[in-house]
């Protein structure tokens, strides 16, 4: 990730953005995840966290309303290739429904309150094959603990649009989110339909002392990036940013089946011929 540096750039500009490869060495063989990814990162100061939601909101239907505007017979290919929800004609319909939409905005206890319930509820769903069904995880969904692939998916079924999960535990973020000071920090994933988390990003700890204290609890060692705290030092302001996977952006605009089928020579866990 270019996350650190490009706090110190952004210092100076305001706001900055890079579009690069990144590499995750996480033994995760699914159809969502890739060893080697295009990464889309941005970070802007003089910002809240709603400022972040609202810019991540509107850049996304941005997205999704310009590809729809300039590749309509890619569309009209893809709609006899791909399989969308059964109500809708076609993908390039469903991704029109979800411009009407506001994302939905919750916390991540919440969140896994909003589960727990459900399960005490016995709510149904629909699965697969299109059967109604009684909800079941196969990890249960636990306060304080990160949400797994079938938690993603349910919230944005049962939302029925993008969600943003914020404000997530501490232990288990990154060390240079702002803390709250509940034991969360200003976070959050976006969660897509289709594919998941889409985006992962916070508001940054510009607090010396606060940043500093983090580091330390989390047993971290600071002189490698004692350069990124002192900037703490030099004049620092609020500012927040996030990360994208681009080639996972590609796979939820197509609905491909796999995020290998975007990406011309995909690098993945076990996977690596060049």
Known sequence: SSQLPLEAIAMGTGSVYTCQKSFRAEKSDTNKHLAEFLHIEYEQYFITLEDLLDFTERYIKHIIKTVLE??????????????????????????????????????????????????????????????????????????????????????????????????????????YMKQVGDGTCESFDLLAPLVGELFGGSMREWRYDVLEAEMKSKNMDMAPLQWFVDLRKDGTAPHGGWGMGFDRLVMFLTNANSVRDVVPYPVYYGHCPY
Not at 115 to 125: A, G, N
Not at 130 to 139: D, Q
Not at 166 to 171: A, L, V, Y
């Open 70 to 175: 300039r590749c309509q017979e890619q569309y009209t290919f893809l709609n006899g290739k791909a399989t969308s929800p059964p109500e809708f004609h076609g993908h390039a319909e469903y991704l029109k429904t979800l411009l009407t939409k506001p994302f939905k905005r919750i916390k991540h206890e919440d969140a896994i309150q909003v589960m727990q319930q459900d399960l005490r509820d016995k709510v149904k769903r629909v699965n697969a094959q299109g059967k109604e069904v009684k909800l079941k995880f196969k990890e249960k969904p636990m306060s304080g603990e990160d949400l797994g692939s079938e938690h993603e998916k349910y919230l944005v079924e049962k939302f029925g649009t993008f969600v943003f999960v914020t404000h997530w535990p501490s232990k288990i973020k990154s060390f």
